[in-house]
């Protein structure tokens, strides 16, 4: 599906009222978070949405992540608002957090039969640590890409076209979720110590991955506008942003690679009274 400009901007405005959100209840228990991604490239370069972006990017280093949804439990305005993870939907397969628009529905190609929430979304990224020896490190990011496969074979199990790759998935999807969990917070606890100072997101590792960010970068934060209101983002954005987009970030890239992340095979929001 692809998104009207109207439809577009209802759905930026959603996820602003998120961010919002989200910003109020970290000042007021003092929780680190960064806008990320193309929030943040979005932010630097025009202080407000990629025009054709559909999500808003937040990371948090994995400690300051288990504070905010823990503080959530009673802080969210859960009329409208919902913080996703596996352990508040069962169903929700990803080793990363959402926070999620009650009045709405917005499913991604393939992921039509995962019985979870599916409102609007920004994606809440926990920042993970890495051990400082190159060898273990390695070791560690393959583990992670494993187990990461593992939770999206609840994905694959039902779209991948593959017949064998399918049948791998199928089997895959047999272990137990919360087994995976376990082994992921059991290595995301290993190296949560800030004398491991590189981290990245153990839900998006890749095998042979040579670019980390630094756990301080997402501490040592700078106010920055986005589309009228003050939030957060790391001092080191431009040693980030270039990392992430290279040296000329601020240039757009070419009209065919203006398009967004999701492809989306249900959307509709409801009109709420304020």
């Given at each position: 599906m692809k998104f009207r400009q109207d439809e577009l901007d209802r759905i930026h405005s959603v996820q602003l009222e998120m961010l919002a959100e989200l910003d109020r209840i970290c000042r007021k228990y003092n929780i680190k978070y960064i806008i990320s991604g193309g929030t943040l490239l979005g932010a630097v370069r025009d202080g407000k949405f990629i025009p054709w972006d559909d999500d808003i990017d937040v990371r948090m280093d994995r400690a300051e992540y288990i504070k905010?949804?823990?503080?959530?439990?009673?802080?969210?305005?859960?009329?409208?608002?919902?913080?996703?993870?596996?352990?508040?939907?069962?169903?929700?397969?990803?080793y990363y957090g959402k926070m999620r628009y009650n009045h709405s529905h917005y499913t991604r190609v393939g992921q039509e039969h995962l019985n979870m929430h599916d409102g609007i979304f920004i994606d809440i990224m926990p920042a993970d640590g890495l051990p400082n020896n190159i060898f273990i490190r390695h070791l560690v990011i393959m583990k992670c890409f494993v187990l990461k496969k593992f939770l999206y074979s609840a994905v694959g199990s039902a779209c991948e076209r593959n017949g064998?790759?399918?049948?791998?998935?199928?089997?895959?999807?047999?272990?137990?979720?919360?087994?995976?969990?376990?082994?992921?917070?059991?290595?995301?606890?290993?190296?949560?110590s800030p004398k491991y100072g590189d981290v990245t997101s153990y839900s998006f590792v890749a095998c042979g991955q040579?670019?980390?960010?630094?756990?301080?970068?997402?501490?040592?934060?700078?106010?920055?506008?986005?589309?009228?209101?003050?939030?957060?983002?790391?001092?080191?954005?431009?040693?980030?942003?270039?990392?992430?987009?290279?040296?000329?970030?601020?240039t757009p890239p070419p009209v065919k690679d203006q398009v967004g992340h999701n492809e989306i095979s249900r959307f509709s929001i409801e009109e709420v009274e304020r």
């Amino acid at each position: 599906m692809k998104f009207r400009q109207d439809e577009l901007d209802r759905i930026h405005s959603v996820q602003l009222e998120m961010l919002a959100e989200l910003d109020r209840i970290c000042r007021k228990y003092n929780i680190k978070y960064i806008i990320s991604g193309g929030t943040l490239l979005g932010a630097v370069r025009d202080g407000k949405f990629i025009p054709w972006d559909d999500d808003i990017d937040v990371r948090m280093d994995r400690a300051e992540y288990i504070k905010f949804a823990n503080v959530c439990n009673q802080e969210l305005d859960t009329d409208r608002f919902f913080f996703q993870d596996h352990n508040t939907d069962p169903n929700y397969p990803w080793y990363y957090g959402k926070m999620r628009y009650n009045h709405s529905h917005y499913t991604r190609v393939g992921q039509e039969h995962l019985n979870m929430h599916d409102g609007i979304f920004i994606d809440i990224m926990p920042a993970d640590g890495l051990p400082n020896n190159i060898f273990i490190r390695h070791l560690v990011i393959m583990k992670c890409f494993v187990l990461k496969k593992f939770l999206y074979s609840a994905v694959g199990s039902a779209c991948e076209r593959n017949g064998f790759v399918k049948t791998v998935y199928r089997l895959m999807n047999l272990v137990p979720k919360r087994y995976i969990f376990k082994k992921l917070d059991k290595i995301s606890e290993r190296y949560m110590s800030p004398k491991y100072g590189d981290v990245t997101s153990y839900s998006f590792v890749a095998c042979g991955q040579k670019q980390f960010t630094k756990r301080e970068w997402h501490f040592d934060c700078v106010e920055i506008s986005f589309e009228g209101i003050s939030v957060l983002a790391p001092r080191a954005y431009h040693e980030w942003l270039v990392m992430t987009y290279g040296d000329d970030y601020m240039t757009p890239p070419p009209v065919k690679d203006q398009v967004g992340h999701n492809e989306i095979s249900r959307f509709s929001i409801e009109e709420v009274e304020r």
